[in-house]
C-alpha cells in the first residue's frame, strides 16, 4: 500500500472515530471519574495510572518504556504457522507466554534481558484483572506514549493467555541476515510483514538501547535521541561506522558512527539492502510516516495469533503522546559525506548538521522503580 494512499486512510479513519464517538453513548467507570465507550475498557485507566506513576516514573520516555516496547515484539513474534502446518506446535503469538513460563522464554538467547523488564511487570500484573498478553501489549503502548513524537498505539482487551511456551528459534536475532529476518516476520504474519513492513516496524529502535549486545556496556542507544520517537535513528544508521562503543568482536554488533552508540549488524544491512535501502531512507526527516507506519504495524502485531472479533478495542485509555521535539540532522561533526547511501533511487535528504564538538551518545540509565504496593 503506498504510502500517500495509507496516510489519507488513516486520517479518514481517525476522522470517522473522533465522530462515531461523538455520537456513541459512553458508560460511566466504577472509578466515578472516567467514561468509556465499552466497560471493558474501564479497568484499564486505573492500570494506566499505576504503571505511569510506578513504573514509568511518573510519565516518562525511559529506559523501562523502551524495555516495555521491546517485551511486546519478543512476546508477538513467536508464532509460526510453518511449524504448525509441520504437526508442531508454533507457539502463541500476542499470548503473554514470555511472562508465564519467564524461565524458559526468558533464556532463549534473543530474549536475553527481558527477565528484567518481565520481573519489574509482574507485581503489576499481580494486582490487576488483567490477561498476562493484554496487560503485556497495554503496558508497551502506554510507555511509548511517554515519547515526545511517538503516535498512539492501539490497546485491545480479551486476549487469551498461553498454556504452554512458544518454541525457541522464533525471535529474530541481530546476526540474522535480512533473508532470515523478512523470512521469519512474513511467517509469523502469514505474509503480511515483508520487507517494507519489516522497516516499519524497525522504526521502534528509535526508542531503543541495547543491555546485551556488549557485555561489557549497558544501556547503549541505537541512535543520539533514544528518549524521542524521531527518525534520527534512519539517518545514524546510515551514516558510516568507525568505532565500537564497547571493546567490539561481538556477535551481531557492527561498527557506529558516535561514540556510545551502538548499531546492530541487522539494522545495518536492512538499511543497505537493495529491497529495503529506499524505504529506510524515506523515514529521514519525515515524521508522520515515522508515526503512522508503526502505529499501522504495532497493530497488527499485537494481536498476533488472536481473533480480533474476540477483542475490544481500548485505544482511548492510550494517552496522545507529547508532541516531536528537535529536527532530524546531522549530529555534530559530521558531514553528508559521511553517509553511505544505499538507495539508488532518490537523493539523500539535505539535513542541517548540529553544531559544536563531534556528538557523543550517553548510556540509557535503567534503575527499575519498585512497584507501589496496593
Same mark, same amino acid.
Given at each position: 500500500m503506498a504510502f500517500k494512499n495509507l496516510i489519507t486512510f488513516v486520517s479518514i479513519a481517525a476522522a470517522l472515530t473522533g465522530t462515531n464517538a461523538a455520537l456513541t453513548r459512553r458508560v460511566a467507570c466504577p472509578d466515578g471519574k472516567n467514561t468509556a465507550t465499552n466497560a471493558a475498557c474501564c479497568q484499564l485507566f486505573a492500570v494506566r495510572e499505576d504503571l505511569q506513576q510506578n513504573? &514509568? =516514573?511518573?510519565?516518562?520516555? !525511559?529506559?523501562? *518504556? =523502551?524495555? *516495555? /516496547?521491546? /517485551? !511486546? &515484539? =519478543?512476546? *508477538? #513474534? *513467536? #508464532?509460526s504457522p510453518a511449524l504448525e502446518a509441520q504437526g508442531k506446535f508454533g507457539g502463541g503469538g500476542a499470548d503473554g507466554s514470555i511472562a508465564i513460563f519467564p524461565e524458559i522464554e526468558t533464556a532463549f538467547h534473543p530474549n536475553i534481558g527481558l527477565d528484567e523488564v518481565v520481573a519489574l511487570e509482574k507485581p503489576f500484573m499481580a494486582r490487576h484483572n488483567l490477561s498476562v498478553a493484554d496487560f503485556i501489549q497495554f503496558a508497551g503502548a502506554i510507555g511509548v506514549s511517554n515519547c515526545p513524537g511517538a503516535p498512539q498505539l492501539a490497546a485491545f482487551v480479551g486476549r487469551k493467555d498461553a498454556t504452554k511456551p512458544a518454541p525457541d528459534g522464533l525471535v529474530p536475532e541481530p546476526f540474522h541476515t535480512p533473508d532470515q529476518i523478512f523470512a521469519r516476520l512474513a511467517d509469523a504474519s502469514q505474509g503480511e510483514f515483508d520487507p517494507i513492513l519489516t522497516v516499519w516496524l524497525l522504526t521502534a529502535h528509535t526508542v531503543a538501547a541495547a543491555n546485551d549486545v556488549d557485555p561489557t556496556k549497558s544501556g547503549l542507544p541505537f541512535d543520539s535521541t533514544p528518549n524521542l520517537w524521531d527518525t534520527q535513528f534512519f539517518v545514524e544508521t546510515q551514516l558510516r561506522g568507525t568505532s565500537f562503543p564497547g571493546k567490539g568482536g561481538n556477535q551481531g554488533e557492527v561498527e557506529s558512527p558516535l561514540a556510545g552508540e551502538i548499531r546492530l549488524q541487522s539494522d545495518h544491512t536492512i538499511a543497505r539492502d537493495p529491497r529495503t535501502a529506499c524505504e529506510w531512507q524515506s523515514f529521514v526527516d519525515n515524521q508522520p510516516k515515522a508515526q503512522a507506519m508503526f502505529q499501522f504495524v504495532f497493530h497488527d502485531l499485537s494481536i498476533l495469533g488472536q481473533n480480533i472479533d474476540d477483542l475490544v478495542d481500548c485505544t482511548e485509555v492510550v494517552p496522545i503522546p507529547p508532541p516531536p521535539q528537535g529536527r532530524t540532522h546531522l549530529p555534530a561533526g559530521m558531514t553528508h559525506t559521511d553517509i553511505e547511501q544505499a538507495c539508488a533511487d532518490t537523493p539523500f535528504p539535505t539535513l542541517p548538521i548540529d553544531p559544536g564538538p563531534k556528538t557523543a551518545v550517553a548510556p540509557v540509565p535503567y534503575s527499575p522503580k519498585p512497584a507501589a504496593k496496593h
Open positions: 513504573m &514509568f =516514573h511518573g510519565g516518562q520516555c !525511559t529506559a523501562e *518504556a =523502551h524495555e *516495555a /516496547l521491546r /517485551l !511486546t &515484539f =519478543h512476546d *508477538a #513474534i *513467536a #508464532i
